[in-house]
């Protein structure tokens, strides 16, 4: 990697640790801000993909729910540059969960793609998958 790649790459990571620690909080208005306004959801648990305006509604109805996020934990990072503008983040997650009444930790793999605009890498594009039992 050339310098330049390395610092887009630390920029990357620095920006997805930034999301998942906001996500870990269970602070919305901070894990919201990581995502760029057009960005769109591909979750396991959901039967279609969402918009960012879908995922806040969904959001808000679970919390309204009982839902809460209780911490994540992020490992085995992988980043791949796609030029100077996008960035693929590859990561495995177990998050804590409160879920009807109960906690839950939930392992998953998750690939958010990152756009470099203004100054600021922007998540654009958010997919989760089920990790199948090893």
Do not use: K
Request: net charge negative; charged share 20%; aromatic share 10%.
């Amino acid at each position: 990697m050339t310098p330049a790649s390395l610092g887009r790459a630390a920029e990357v990571q620095a920006a997805a640790e930034a999301l998942v620690a906001a996500f870990a909080s269970n602070d919305a208005a901070r894990y919201f801000a990581c995502f760029s306004e057009d960005a769109t959801f591909v979750f396991h648990t959901q039967p279609q993909p969402l918009s960012l305006e879908n995922y806040r509604a969904l959001w808000r109805q679970w919390q309204a729910e009982g839902f809460a996020v209780l911490g994540c934990r992020s490992s085995g990072a992988l980043i791949s540059l796609q030029g100077d503008e996008v960035a693929i983040f590859i990561h495995d997650v177990v998050t804590r969960l409160y879920l009807d009444g109960q906690e839950h930790d939930v392992q998953e793999r998750e690939t958010i793609v990152f756009r470099h605009r203004a100054g600021r890498w922007l998540a654009c594009h958010e997919h989760l998958s089920a990790l199948s039992p090893s």
